[in-house]
C-alpha cells in the first residue's frame, strides 16, 4: 500500500494487543540458550570446518611475502585462503575497505589469510605459524593533526555537507551573549555480546549463509558483488542477532571468509571473528571535533547558531554527520552548518547506534547548557525558549509531531529539577552533587517495508519477512500488529525474520526498524483481511476481525473457516508518498541526569536517570523501555568511559578487546526511569509510531556532562569525562 495521507482511525487504533507491554516472544529461548545463533546452527550442518582469520599488522602498505608452508603442515589444516588464491574478488556498496586484503593493506587488522582446519585451535594454532612480511607506508592517524586540511565533504543524498540560512557571521558577530567553543568525541567500538559470526555451505555455485546481520537484503547483494556472483545464488539466513548497534549493518569479514573457505574446503566452514580482532578489523563510530557558536539576546532567543563538524575516513569513507540535529533542532534566524571530512588511514568509520546525533548532541547540548549558563537562564526554559515547530531551515515544513517542550516540562517536573542548585554548591558529605539535562532528538525515516501474512486452518497467522530482530523486540511487536489486525490472539501469531527469502524490509538500523516493519505487516494484513472477506462472501468495507472470528452486517464466521484446505496467504510492502518531504517527521526527549562527583578522588557516579521520550505511538511500552534503558546506559559509557585510544604513529586502536574497551556495568547505573507521552504520529505510517531505540541514547552524554558540571563546576568539552581531564580543577575540599 502507498502512504501518502496522514493515517485516519484504522483497525490499529483498537489497542486490544498493539500498545500493550508484552514480554518478549522470543525471550525464553533467548534466556535458555535455545535461540541458536550462527556460530550454533548445528541442526543445519554436521561437522562444520572452523575458519581462523589472520589480520593484518600493519596499518598502510603493502605484503611482500606470505610464508604458509608451516601452516598448511599444521595438524588439521585444511586449506589456506589468502587474496593470492581467492580469485578477484569485487566489494559491496556499503563496504569501504576490502574485506579480504593483500597485497594492498588499507587497515590494521584488515584480514589478510582464513586458515580453515578441523576445529577452531588447529586453525588457530597454524594461524601463528604463518609469517607475513611486510612493506609500512606511513599513514595519517591523527585527526586533530588531520583537521586543517580536511576538505568539504562530498554531498550525500541525504545530507548536504554545508548550509546556510541568512548572515550567520553578521548575527554572530553582533550578539550581546555568545558562545564559542570546540568539542572533541572519540572513536566507539559497538561492543555487540555476539561477535561477528558467520557459517557457509554452497551448493554447486549457490551459497547459504548464516550468519549474524542486522539489513538482509542489501548485505545479501553485497555478498553476491563481493563474490561476483547473481544475487539469487546467493541465501543470508540470521533469525537470532545477539546485539549489532550498527556494527552488523552491512557484510564483514566472517561472511567473505566463511564463503570463501567453504568453497575451497569442499565443505561447510563457519567463522567468527575473534574479540581482538573486531575492533580494527570491523567498523567503529569515528571521532569528531566539533565547533559550536551560538549568539543570543540577552532575552535569551537565539539569532546565530553555527555547527561545524570534522571527522575522517579511509578513501571513499563516509563522515561522521554530527551537524545534523543542528540544522533542525532550536530556532534561530542566521544559521550555519559543515560536515568536513580528513582522509584517514584509521580502519572503516561507519555507523553506530544513532550515526550523527548521537555524537553530534554530545557536542550541542553542552554548548546549550554553556550559553544558558552565561544568559543566567535555566537551561530547560532557554531550551523551550526556542523550541521551532517548523524546519528552520524550512520555515514552510512544519514538523509532523513535535513535543519537544513537553518532553522538557514534564522532565522537569518529574526529576524534581527545581531543587537544582547553583554549580559547585550542591554537597552531600564528600560528594558534590549536580543535576543536569539535554534535549534528545532522532530522525524517524520511512522506508519501503515488505511482508507476507499466512492464515492457515486452525486460525493462526504466520508472519514472514527479511526484518531482523536484533534483540529490540522485533518479533514481539510483529506479532502484536498481526494479532490485532487479524483479531486474534498473540500466541496465534508466529513471526518468522531474517531470511533473505522472504519479504524486503528495510532491516534493524537507524531506528527506523519498528515503524516500518509494522506498517509493513499492516499492509500485508490489510490485504489478508480483503481475502477472508471475499472468501466469505462478505463485505470487505465493513468487516470487523475480533477473538478469532469475521463480521460482516448480522453475518459471522471463524476466521480459520475462510482458510479452507490449504490456507490463504497476502503480501504487500507499504510504500511513502511525499509526506516525510512535506513534514519533518523526528523524534525528542528530555533527559535528565544526577551525578555525583566525588571531591577528594573526583570519582563520578550517575545517582538517578530519567527519559522523557515522544514518539508517536508506542507499540510495545515493555520493548520500547527496555530499549530506551539500554541507550541511556550506553549514553553514560559515552559520557564516561568509551573510546578507543588511537596508536598515532601505527594506526590502530590499542585496546582492542572488552577488557580495555570500558562500557558501564548494572553497578555504574543505580536509577533509571522512562516515560512516553501519550501521543500518535498520524504522518509517520499507519501504525502513527516512530522509534525509540536512538532516541534513548541521543543527548544522554550531554545530560552527564551538564550534571557534571553543575556538581562542580568544572566543565569538560572532551570525552570522556575522565579523571585526567578535571583532576587538577575540582573545587577545593574544604
Ligand atoms: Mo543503527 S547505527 O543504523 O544500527
Not at 555455485?205 to 556472483?229: F, G
Not at 554549580?423 to 534535549?439: E, H, Q, Y
Not at 566525588?598 to 550517575?606: D, F, H, K, L, Q
Not at 577488557?659 to 553497578?667: F, I, S
Request: net charge neutral.
Amino acid at each position: 500500500m502507498k502512504f501518502d495521507t496522514p493515517a485516519t482511525t484504522n483497525p490499529i487504533d483498537q489497542l486490544k494487543v498493539v500498545g500493550k507491554g508484552y514480554t518478549r516472544i522470543d525471550g525464553p529461548m533467548k534466556t535458555t540458550g535455545t535461540a541458536p545463533y550462527a556460530y550454533e546452527r548445528h541442526d543445519v550442518v554436521d561437522n562444520p570446518a572452523y575458519g581462523y582469520v589472520l589480520g593484518s599488522a600493519i596499518a598502510k602498505g603493502k605484503i611482500t611475502s606470505m610464508d604458509l608452508d608451516a601452516a598448511k603442515g599444521a595438524p588439521g589444516v585444511i586449506i589456506i585462503v589468502t587474496a593470492d588464491n581467492a580469485g578477484k574478488l569485487g566489494k559491496g556498496k556499503l563496504n569501504t575497505a576490502h574485506l579480504l586484503g593483500g597485497p594492498a593493506i588499507e587497515h590494521y587488522h584488515q584480514a589478510v589469510a582464513l586458515v580453515v582446519a578441523q576445529t577452531f585451535e588447529q586453525a588457530r594454532s597454524a594461524a601463528a605459524l604463518i609469517r607475513v612480511s611486510y612493506q609500512e607506508d606511513q599513514g595519517t592517524y591523527d585527526l586533530a593533526a588531520a583537521k586543517n586540511i580536511a576538505p568539504v565533504a562530498k554531498d550525500e543524498p541525504d545530507a548536504k555537507s554545508a548550509t546556510s540560512v541568512g548572515d550567520f557571521a553578521g548575527a554572530f558577530a553582533a550578539a550581546p551573549v555568545k558562545l564559542d567553543a570546540t568539542y572533541t568525541t572519540p572513536d566507539h567500538s559497538h561492543s555487540m555480546m555476539e561477535p561477528f559470526a558467520s557459517m557457509a555451505a554452497w551448493t554447486g555455485n549457490k551459497v547459504t549463509i548464516w550468519t549474524s546481520n542486522q539489513l538482509i537484503h542489501s548485505s545479501t547483494e553485497d555478498v553476491a558483488a563481493t563474490l561476483n556472483l547473481p544475487n539469487d545464488n546467493v541465501r543470508l539466513i540470521s533469525p537470532f542477532i545477539g546485539g549489532g548497534f550498527g556494527g552488523k549493518l552491512f557484510i564483514r569479514s566472517d561472511v567473505i571468509l566463511a564463503a570463501l573457505g567453504a568453497r575451497a574446503a569442499g565443505q561447510p566452514v563457519k567463522v567468527t571473528l575473534q574479540r581482538p580482532l573486531i575492533p580494527n578489523n570491523t567498523t567503529h563510530r569515528a571521532s569528531t571535533i566539533q565547533r559550536i557558536r551560538i549568539g543570543a539576546l540577552a532575552d535569551g532567543h537565539i539569532t546565530a547558531i553555527g555547527h561545524e563538524g570534522w571527522s575522517g575516513n579511509l578513501p571513499e569513507g563516509r563522515p561522521e554527520t554530527a551537524v545534523m540535529q543542528t540544522r533542525l533542532l532550536y530556532a534561530g534566524a542566521n544559521r550555519m552548518t559543515a560536515t568536513r571530512l580528513a582522509t584517514l588511514d584509521l580502519p572503516e568509520g561507519n555507523a553506530m547506534r544513532a550515526p550523527g546525533e548521537a555524537p553530534g548532541l554530545m557536542a550541542l547540548e553542552i554548548a546549550m547548557d554553556e550559553i544558558a549558563d552565561k544568559l543566567g537562564m535555566d537551561p530547560v526554559q532557554f531550551r523551550i525558549l526556542n523550541d521551532t515547530q517548523v524546519d528552520p531551515e524550512k520555515p514552510s515544513r512544519p514538523y509532523s509531531r513535535r513535543a519537544l517542550v513537553e518532553c522538557l516540562k514534564m522532565g522537569a517536573d518529574k526529576f524534581g529539577w527545581a531543587k537544582r542548585g547553583a554549580p559547585g554548591k550542591t554537597v552531600d558529605g564528600r560528594w558534590l552533587v549536580g543535576m543536569g539535562m539535554a534535549a534528545g532528538f532522532r530522525n524517524s525515516m520511512v522506508k519501503k517495508s515488505g511482508a507476507k501474512v499466512y492464515l492457515d486452518g486452525k486460525g493462526d497467522i504466520t508472519v514472514e519477512t527479511d526484518m531482523t530482530d536484533i534483540g529490540t523486540g522485533t518479533y514481539t511487536i510483529l506479532a502484536q500488529t498481526a494479532a490485532e489486525m487479524m483479531g486474534v490472539g498473540l500466541h496465534q501469531v508466529v513471526v518468522r525474520l531474517g531470511d533473505s527469502t522472504y519479504p524486503v524490509s528495510p532491516g534493524s538500523g537507524g531506528q527506523f526498524g519498528a515503524s516500518n516493519s509494522t506498517s509493513g505487516v499492516y499492509a500485508a494484513c490489510l490485504k489478508l483481511r480483503e481475502a477472508v472477506a471475499q472468501k466469505l462472501g462478505f463485505k470487505s468495507d465493513d468487516t470487523m476481525f475480533a477473538d478469532g472470528r469475521v463480521t460482516s452486517g448480522s453475518r459471522s464466521a471463524a476466521l480459520a473457516d475462510a482458510a479452507g484446505e490449504v490456507g490463504l496467504q497476502a503480501e504487500d510492502a507499504i510504500e511513502y508518498g511525499d509526506l516525510d518531504k512535506k513534514y519533518q517527521e523526528s523524534t525528542f526527549a528530555g533527559h535528565f541526569v544526577e551525578a555525583a562527583v566525588n571531591s577528594y578522588t573526583g570519582e563520578i557516579r550517575v545517582r538517578r536517570m530519567l527519559a522523557v521520550c515522544a514518539a508517536g505511538r508506542i507499540l510495545n511500552p515493555k520493548t520500547a523501555r527496555s530499549q530506551v534503558i539500554g541507550a541511556m546506559t550506553m549514553g553514560v559509557g559515552a559520557a564516561l568511559m568509551e573510546e578507543l585510544a588511537v596508536d598515532t604513529r601505527r594506526g590502530f586502536f590499542v585496546n582492542h578487546d572488552l577488557a580495555g574497551y570500558e562500557v558501564p556495568v548494572h553497578a555504574d547505573i543505580p536509577h533509571q526511569d522512562v516515560i512516553f507521552l501519550d501521543e500518535t504520529d498520524p504522518i509517520a505510517n499507519p501504525m502513527k509510531a516512530k522509534g525509540v531505540g536512538e532516541l534513548g541514547l541521543c543527548g544522554v552524554a550531554a545530560a552527564v556532562a551538564n550534571a557534571v558540571y553543575n556538581a562542580t563546576g568544572v566543565r569538560v568539552r572532551d570525552y570522556p569525562i575522565t579523571l585526567d581531564k578535571y583532576l587538577t580543577r575540582l573545587p577545593a575540599v574544604a
